[in-house]
């Protein structure tokens, strides 16, 4: 069997822990959030020193709806301020930035500035950093379906044309590879929802310590611990 390469070509986080890092504090919640924007950067500039290509970061769920409604205004403000402050660091750094999920759902400002960073960047060629916003992998793989069976009932399809590769063809994430490395923060054994069906075959390394409190190094013990896994994909 041929040896893997020693760095994943796509790590995915589920960022977890902001809240109760603040709370530990004494702090309201918004301050978990705007701390764990500096963890972005750290992981940001982590994989580009050690090469890896994509990085996707679980920054909103579909069910982060449900929070209540200054917590998600204050997120979408924190956003829009990561993407005014960020679109120039990710021009420098040669990054590209690309997003996931139901993202007309997102207010009209959020989504503008979100459109505006992506076009900006879309010609970078190092690392391609994804945010998975308004994300849910129900709702993508539901969404996928529905495009196959439009084209069914156009009469473009037929059933037994319908495999995975041409349903992996109709997610959000169908430009970029599976994720080789998922990490979570905050010590949760789930994985809430996320890339479901991307992460079939993905190591995963889970980190009791909350997401402001996750630097370069813990990136670089997660690849290195990955390394260190044999994956079989059900061989031998
Ligand atoms: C992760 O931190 C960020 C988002 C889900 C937006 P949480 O906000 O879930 O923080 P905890 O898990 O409640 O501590
Ligand atoms: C997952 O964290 C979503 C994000 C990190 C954006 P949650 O805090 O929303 O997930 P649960 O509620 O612990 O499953
Ligand atoms: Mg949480």
Wanted: with cysteine; charged share 30%; glycine share 4%.
């Amino acid at each position: 069997m041929s040896e893997q390469p020693s760095t994943p070509e796509h790590i995915a986080i589920i960022m977890d822990g902001n809240g109760r890092w603040a709370k530990e504090r004494g702090l309201p919640r918004r301050e978990g959030h705007r701390a764990g924007a500096e963890s972005v950067r750290e992981c940001v500039d982590a994989c580009k020193q050690i090469g890896v290509r994509f990085l996707t970061l679980y920054a909103f769920s579909s069910e982060n709806w449900n929070r209540p409604a200054a917590e998600i205004t204050a997120l979408m403000s924190l956003l829009e301020k990561f993407l005014d402050q960020k679109a120039e660091e990710l021009m420098k750094q040669n990054v590209r930035l690309q997003a996931i999920g139901q993202l007309d759902r997102l207010p009209a400002r959020t989504r503008a500035k979100l459109d505006q960073a992506m076009a900006r960047t879309a010609d970078n060629t190092s690392l391609t950093l994804i945010l998975a916003l308004s994300y849910g992998s129900r709702e993508e793989i539901t969404d996928a379906a529905r495009s196959l069976v439009a084209d069914a009932a156009a009469g473009k399809l037929k059933p037994e044309e319908v495999s995975p590769e041409l349903l992996a063809s109709r997610l959000y994430t169908s430009p970029f590879p599976d994720p080789d490395l998922l990490i979570r923060t905050s010590g949760e054994l789930r994985v809430s929802n996320f890339l479901l069906w991307q992460i079939s075959y993905s190591e995963i390394v889970i980190f009791k310590k909350f997401w402001p409190d996750f630097k370069q190094t813990d990136l670089f013990e997660a690849v290195a611990e990955y390394s260190r896994r044999h994956r079989r994909f059900g061989a031998l």
